[in-house]
């Protein structure tokens, strides 16, 4: 299996989905890879082109020769290019998601609750005002 075929096996892997399931998000053939990894064999370029223009975040050095990090570094020099975040800045950013979420939640059903105290408070005004009217009447 060539160097190459293995880090886009890797590639596919770290984005959850089979071989054949990526070959398709990069408009490939079924088969294309997974043929190519089975026998050995080399994949056209417009394949590499594919993959690359698609998943941006990896390095195209790192997948075509194997040297350098696999994921491009985070620019924050220009507000306008992409940025991509590190394993352990993704671990991190899911962490607070995830948190966040849970505040979310959390405050969703604070205000539910309140929505219910306000609804009860407002039937019990309504009813005192009428009940005080009711005895000016009298």
Do not use: C
Request: aromatic share 6%.
């Amino acid at each position: 299996m060539s160097s190459v075929l293995k880090r886009i096996k890797i590639v596919a892997d770290r984005e959850g989905m089979s071989v054949s399931a990526f070959e398709a998000t990069i408009g490939a053939s079924k088969g294309v890879f997974t043929r190519a990894l089975a026998n050995g064999t080399d994949i056209q370029s417009k394949w590499l082109i594919s993959l690359v223009e698609k998943y941006p975040q990896y390095s195209s050095e790192w997948l075509l020769k194997g040297e350098g990090d696999m994921l491009r570094p985070i620019s924050i020099a220009n507000e306008e290019e992409e940025k991509y975040l590190t394993p352990e800045l993704e671990g991190i950013h899911n962490t607070i998601i995830y948190t966040l979420k849970q505040v979310v939640a959390s405050q969703n059903v604070t205000i539910k609750s309140q929505e219910k105290t306000i609804v009860s408070l407002e039937r019990l005004l309504s009813s005192l005002e009428q009940e005080i009217k009711s005895l000016r009447n009298k």
